[in-house]
């Protein structure tokens, strides 16, 4: 989601950081925080992991997070509704298809999304029919296979660009993935290539 612009109605001052680290429910009501890297609101109170600093803003009320195009946070329901499964899957797809080139696991992602990684390995497998490890895998093979039919660099620095820093791991999940290796994917796609380097 686009969160650049964005009219924050609140100024986050070192009190209400205070508030937001220690999850002061006295705060609760008085303002909400948005994080601008996941594009979910939080009340003050919420268990979640902290997010940086500068990632926040600051809104009076949840309709403003919502006009705002945040979405309420799956743990503490800023709300008081819950977010339906497949909205919040939405944003961990999303926040994995922006961030597919770092170290991702599964509680990370779950961090990132304020659930619990057994409920999201749960609801994301139900919503989408394959793990976040499946995902997460196919993600970074499509961006190899572009950058592969694109591109002239390496396999080794494709593989890096699409966030596998494991290079004959690479090569064997993709092979097992398209059938091929990437040399052989990109010789099949551009039958005038001359050689490549691994």
């Not at 429910?25 to 009340?43: E, L, P, Q, S, W």
């Not at 926040?95 to 057994?118: K, Q, V």
């Amino acid at each position: 989601m686009n969160t650049t612009g964005f009219l924050f109605t609140e100024t986050l001052t070192d009190v209400k950081w205070q508030a937001i680290v220690s999850n002061d429910a006295a705060y609760d009501g008085h303002f909400f925080y948005a994080v601008k890297t996941t594009g979910i609101f939080c009340r003050p109170s919420c268990k979640s992991r902290p997010p940086h600093r500068e990632n926040i803003g600051l809104f009076q009320t949840a309709e403003q997070a919502l006009s705002a195009e945040f979405r309420p946070c799956k743990r503490c329901r800023p709300t008081g509704q819950r977010l339906p499964d497949e909205e919040w899957i939405a944003l961990v797809t999303e926040y994995i298809d922006r961030n597919y080139r770092e170290h991702l696991t599964l509680d990370i992602l779950a961090a990132a999304s304020h659930g619990s990684p057994y409920h999201l390995h749960r609801i994301f497998k139900r919503v989408t029919g394959m793990t976040t490890v499946a995902y997460i895998q196919q993600t970074r093979i499509t961006q190899a296979k572009k950058q592969l039919s694109a591109t002239a660099k390496t396999v080794s620095e494709i593989a890096h660009d699409a966030g596998f820093f494991n290079i004959p791991y690479f090569i064997t999940l993709f092979k097992k993935t398209t059938g091929l290796t990437p040399a052989e994917y990109r010789r099949a796609d551009d039958p005038n290539y001359k050689g490549d380097q691994q």
